[in-house]
């Protein structure tokens, strides 16, 4: 055969009988292991209720200064930074494993000098083309592998996913708990130099005769643990900003804090669709990176039993030789080697079995890996769910605690002021009523991370929008 006509030929009938068999198992989802409707009944969806998959974070988070910070940590965050690299890593492993379904063809030119026991010296000079250990995937081995490697490839994004709704989560989370904090670090402020008035009208009044050394006491307590209090919230207040700076990436300024009162309004008022729990599985990509590993264990499968099987491979090249180099392209001079090789399994001690075997608890692995993503999953929209049903009226119930005993408290200074009371039951209006008021923010703290949580089980914050 010319050798002009034998590569293209050998290139076609490889291509023509590669990949003509998969023995991958057809793959099947497996059943949903929870229920089907959540444990906590839903009251009908608002006309403005939107699915948080839909819903980008821009969107949801309402806050300018919590926007900027959610925007800079997307950008900045180095675990976020890893996940990325590790899709870049896995698609390049993709394209790594992909070449392997066509042949590759190599050019080669190159010179033999021999000198002979006479002393005369001859020279051979050749240029070929050519493929080297060419796999005919007659059986799906080559191709099952690319598909593993696929569905790992898309599975590592569906983890870059699952770690930004993570991040977007936690960086409202932590912007709300600083939030909280510096407004419970303002309250004790507040308290404290309440508590210091006091004490020091107490300690003209005992000075006069008129309260009692268990009186004095008493307020010295009251100011005492207002300093205590404002001290441990100075010191949790620094921790929550350098939380919040390591996952943004960088250092903030003071403008970029929260401003007072943002714990009551940081996320939208309109109340998230929680759907059915098969949109879960739909918007949540921690449940959709766990069925790609089930897929890539499954393809794994068909690598597997393709092994028992005959691996042939071929080796050919086409080109030409001369002795002189400027007959390299003479008329005669072309040249063509044709290898094939077929490699067929007799005796490998089990070790293609134990191969098979391997792949198929693999994939039982994936199958309860997948289910238990699922689980978990429910799990977590249903807890948000539950909380969301109740959080509403603990808000409003603290509210009317703090008003009652902010009313308390004035009863008690005037009892105080008209000599009907000791000056102790000032003291414990004073303390009950600054329960109280940490009792509200830690309740609207918690109606917002609520929110939050729930917009990150339902699987939304994976767009800007």
């Not at 009863?411 to 002021?417: D, M």
């Amino acid at each position: 055969m010319n050798a002009k006509f034998l590569m293209p030929t050998l290139l076609a009938a490889s291509l023509a009988l590669a990949g003509c068999v998969s023995m991958a198992p057809a793959y099947e989802r497996p059943a949903t292991p929870v229920a089907a409707q959540w444990p906590v009944p839903q009251a009908a969806a608002a006309a403005d209720a939107r699915a948080a998959a839909d819903l980008g974070w821009r969107e949801f988070f309402t806050d300018p200064r919590l926007q900027a910070l959610i925007e800079q940590a997307l950008a900045n965050n180095r675990d976020l930074r890893v996940a990325v690299l590790n899709v870049e890593r896995a698609q390049a492993q993709y394209g790594v494993q992909r070449a392997d379904r066509l042949p590759t063809v190599a050019a080669a030119g190159g010179q033999t000098a021999t000198r002979a026991p006479g002393g005369a010296i001859t020279r051979q000079y050749s240029a070929t083309l050519g493929i080297s250990a060419y796999e005919l995937d007659l059986f799906g081995r080559v191709k099952s592998l690319t598909d593993a490697a696929l569905q790992q490839y898309l599975a590592t994004d569906d983890a870059r996913r699952s770690a930004q709704i993570s991040l977007v989560a936690q960086v409202a989370g932590g912007y709300l708990a600083l939030a909280a904090d510096q407004e419970r670090l303002r309250l004790a402020e507040q308290t404290l130099l309440a508590r210091q008035d006091g004490l020091r009208l107490t300690q003209r009044l005992q000075g006069a005769g008129v309260a009692s050394t268990l009186d004095l006491r008493q307020a010295e307590i009251a100011a005492e643990t207002a300093q205590t209090d404002l001290a441990s919230l100075t010191a949790q207040v620094a921790q929550d900003r350098h939380a919040l700076a390591l996952l943004v990436g960088r250092p903030l300024d003071a403008g970029q804090w929260p401003a007072a009162g943002t714990a009551l309004a940081v996320t939208q008022t309109a109340e998230l669709s929680a759907g059915l729990p098969s949109d879960v599985l739909l918007a949540r990509p921690d449940v959709q990176r766990a069925e790609r590993a089930l897929q890539a264990a499954n393809a794994n499968i068909g690598a597997a039993r393709a092994a028992f099987f005959p691996r042939i491979s071929l080796t050919a090249s086409a080109g030409t030789a001369s002795g002189e180099l400027d007959g390299l392209f003479r008329a005669g001079s072309g040249l063509w080697t044709f290898m094939p090789q077929v490699s067929l399994p007799l005796f490998d001690a089990g070790r293609n079995r134990a191969g098979l075997k391997i792949a198929e608890v693999d994939r039982d692995i994936a199958v309860a890996q997948y289910e238990g993503a699922i689980q978990a999953a429910f799990r977590d929209v249903a807890d948000a769910l539950a909380q969301r049903a109740t959080i509403g009226q603990q808000v409003e119930s603290q509210q009317r605690l703090v008003a009652q005993t902010r009313d308390a408290l004035r009863l008690a200074e005037a009892r105080f002021r008209q000599g009907l009371d000791d000056r102790l039951a000032t003291l414990d209006a004073q303390r009950t009523l600054y329960a109280a008021e940490q009792g509200l923010i830690a309740a609207r703290l918690a109606q917002q991370l609520n929110r939050v949580t729930l917009y990150k089980a339902l699987g939304g914050g994976q767009a800007a929008s």
